[in-house]
C-alpha cells in the first residue's frame, strides 16, 4: 500500500479518538452569566483618626489614636471624641450594581446600632448609624486580581437619651451628633472562586461633627437654644477587609 494510502487510513482510524481528546482540552465557557449586584460586609483592620476639636478651651487639644484588629469597632465611630462614642458599627453591609460590563460598582455602605443600658432604674438609649453611597472603577474586570479605585460621600449620625440631674432636678435629655463624611477609596478584590472575593482596600475619609444636647422631659423653657454646633474635624485612614458576593 502506498505511503499516502497508509497515512489517510491511519487518520481515519483515530479520529473517533482525536476528537473527544480535543474537546475535553479545549476550554469551557463559563456557565455563569456576567455580575449584576455586588453584596459585601467589612470592617477595619488597621486605623489612624485625627480628631482636631472646634473649640481647644472645651474640648481639649487635637488627639490622634492608632489601632488594628479584626471585627472591631472602626475608630471613627468607636472614638469618644467628635463622635460622642456613640456610633459603634463592627461591621459594614453594603450593596451595589454592576454597570459598564462589569467595570463600575455603583452602591452604598450601611451601618447601624441600637443600644440600651439599665442602671439604678434609669434607661438610657443609644441609636447611631451611617449611609455612605459609593462608587468603584475596577481594572481588568475578569481576572482574579481586580484592583478598583473610587470615592464615597455620605452622612451618618446617632443619639443618646439619658437622665441627668439638671439644676438640682432629674431631667431627661437627648445629645445628637450628625455628621457628612467623605473620601476616596481603592484596593483589590481578589476572587478566590468566581463568586466570592477578598477585598482589601484602603480608605480616607473626611467627617465634620455637629451636636446638640436638649431636654426632652420635662419640657425645657421656652427660647432654648437648640441648633447643632460643629465639635470637631476628624480625619481617618483605614486599611480595611471584607469579603464579596457577586451575583
Not at 487510513?9 to 473517533?16: G, K, Q, R, V
Amino acid at each position: 500500500m502506498a505511503p499516502r494510502s497508509l497515512l489517510l487510513a491511519a487518520s481515519l482510524a483515530l479520529a473517533p479518538v482525536s476528537w473527544p481528546t480535543a474537546a475535553l482540552a479545549a476550554p469551557a465557557p463559563s456557565a455563569n452569566p456576567p455580575a449584576k449586584v455586588r453584596v459585601s460586609v467589612d470592617t477595619d483592620f488597621f486605623g489612624f483618626t485625627h480628631y482636631d476639636p472646634a473649640n481647644t478651651d472645651l474640648d481639649g487639644t487635637n488627639t490622634n489614636v492608632v489601632g488594628f484588629g479584626l471585627g472591631r469597632p472602626t475608630l471613627i465611630d468607636g472614638g469618644d471624641r467628635g463622635l460622642g462614642g456613640l456610633d459603634r458599627s463592627v461591621l459594614g453591609i453594603g450593596v451595589g450594581g454592576l454597570l459598564l460590563q462589569g467595570r463600575v460598582v455603583l452602591g452604598a455602605r450601611l451601618a447601624f446600632t441600637i443600644d440600651g443600658a439599665l442602671r439604678n432604674g434609669r434607661n438610657d438609649t443609644a441609636v447611631g448609624g451611617r449611609f455612605v453611597p459609593f462608587f468603584e472603577y475596577m481594572f481588568g474586570p475578569y481576572g482574579r486580581l481586580r484592583p478598583y479605585v473610587g470615592a464615597h460621600v455620605g452622612f451618618g449620625g446617632s443619639a443618646i437619651t439619658f437622665e441627668d440631674d439638671f439644676g438640682g432636678a432629674v431631667a431627661r435629655a437627648r445629645t445628637s451628633v450628625i455628621y457628612p463624611v467623605v473620601g476616596p477609596q481603592g484596593g483589590v478584590h481578589v476572587f478566590l472562586v468566581d463568586r466570592v472575593s477578598l477585598d482589601a482596600g484602603l480608605t480616607f475619609d473626611y467627617l465634620a461633627p455637629f451636636d446638640r444636647t436638649v431636654q426632652i422631659e420635662p419640657e425645657p423653657p421656652a427660647g432654648e437654644d437648640e441648633s447643632y454646633d460643629k465639635s470637631s474635624d476628624v480625619f481617618n485612614v483605614a486599611v480595611t477587609l471584607g469579603l464579596s458576593a457577586w451575583f
